[in-house]
């Protein structure tokens, strides 16, 4: 069982900036593709960005590209995702996503995460 927590969200002016964190558990994260999803009420969770196990190949929504950044340090079991120009449509819960190897749902895009976080809010004021 990997324990997976999400940290860094609030409230934040249009043009902002957060960084958002998520910590797995366990000895083997190196080995997980990691992913960031989001979603609004009444909307279905969307694909934001992942990341491959040794981080050398990134994937990102249209939307946010330019914008955001997703990075992990596989020292701190970490994922990030740095959100820079932050933008209204941008408020949403935050979901962090792990997949096992052999997969390729997150790097798809696809909202099929093997363990997910709680969420973390993140809201964007005009």
């Known amino acids: 069982q990997v324990q997976v927590v999400e940290s860094g969200g609030g409230l934040v002016q249009a043009g902002g900036s957060l960084r958002l964190s998520c910590t797995a558990s366990?000895?083997?994260?190196?080995?997980?593709?990691m992913g960031w999803f989001r979603q609004s009420p009444g909307k279905e969770r969307q694909f934001v960005a992942a990341?491959?196990?040794?981080?050398?190949?990134?994937y990102n929504k249209d939307s946010v590209k330019g914008r955001f950044t997703i990075s992990r340090d596989n020292v701190k079991n970490t994922v990030y995702l740095q959100m820079n120009g932050l933008k209204p449509e941008d408020t949403a819960v935050y979901y962090c996503?792990?997949?096992?190897?052999?997969?390729?749902?997150?790097?798809?895009?696809?909202?099929?995460?093997?363990?997910w976080g709680q969420g973390t809010q993140v809201t964007v004021s005009s």
């Open positions: 996503a792990v997949e096992s190897p052999g997969g390729s749902n997150l790097r798809r895009g696809v909202a099929m995460g093997d363990y």
């Open positions: 366990g000895r083997t994260f190196s080995i997980y593709t």
């Open positions: 990341i491959t196990a040794p981080g050398t190949s990134t």
